[in-house]
């Protein structure tokens, strides 16, 4: 089956630092990338996406970076602040559906 | 904003028995989807609908059986519960387009216990 996985489960920063939360992929007809936020309790929430024709893509404090060389991508959360604490995971498409990875779980330290 | 709602968040049943479990998108979105979600496993794919009255197989759709009659509603059956389907069930929907170029959106989930 196909693989997607991430790297560390568990992440601790302190407020104010920068979380970088990294995802690896197996397939390389993976095409489109989408990153998650799951609140305890609450569904997955979608945070930002990229497409394999890009390698960065910024949204409001997170960057994802994405490398099809060594099928990696990355979600940096800029200032990180309590709010950011959740697990988050990675989706890459790979035939007509989803895999997603495991997750890591990010604690703020105040 | 889209809302995907989910019937129960907390359901407790017992081994034999038949459970419903079901979604509701206020979104008109042609495509749902069903995923149960175990810790150290991610996300996996049960059944998935691009439209009313058509399913397609995930990857362990073994156990279980969908139902679609209308677009807004996606029911997942669990035709005779067994403990091993213990989990987080979570529902998604995307508008039209490919199931697979575009960010789900996901219900807060109902966690199932089989007892």
């Known amino acids: 089956g196909e693989n997607v996985g991430l790297h560390l489960p568990t992440l601790s920063v302190q407020e104010g630092d920068n979380s970088i939360i990294n995802c690896a992929y197996s397939?390389?007809?993976?095409?489109?990338f989408i990153w998650y936020k799951q609140e305890s309790g609450k569904g997955p929430q979608f945070i930002i996406d990229i497409r394999s024709n890009m390698d960065k893509r910024q949204g409001q404090r997170v960057t994802v970076l994405l490398n099809k060389t060594v099928k990696h991508l990355s979600l940096q959360i800029a200032a990180t602040q309590p709010g950011d604490s959740a697990v988050y995971f990675c989706a890459g498409n790979t035939g007509n559906q989803f895999y997603f990875g495991t997750g890591t779980s990010l604690t703020v330290i105040p | 904003d889209v809302k995907v709602t989910q019937s129960s968040r907390y359901l407790v049943k017992r081994t034999g028995e038949k459970v419903f479990l079901e979604c509701v998108q206020d979104?008109?979105?042609?495509?749902m989807f069903w995923y149960r979600q175990d810790p150290g496993l991610g996300l996996r794919l049960i059944y998935f609908s691009y439209d009313v009255k058509m399913k397609e197989k995930g990857d362990i759709p073994e156990g279980y059986s969908v139902s679609r009659e209308k677009k807004e509603r996606f029911s997942l059956i669990l035709e005779s519960a067994s403990t091993n389907q213990t989990s987080m069930y979570l529902c998604?929907?995307?508008?039209?387009?490919?199931?697979?170029?575009?960010?789900?959106?996901f219900g807060d989930g109902t966690r199932l216990s089989i007892l």
């Open positions: 979104m008109d979105h042609e495509n």
């Open positions: 998604a929907s995307t508008p039209a387009g490919g199931p697979n170029n575009q960010p789900q959106h």
């Open positions: 397939n390389s007809a993976s095409d489109y």
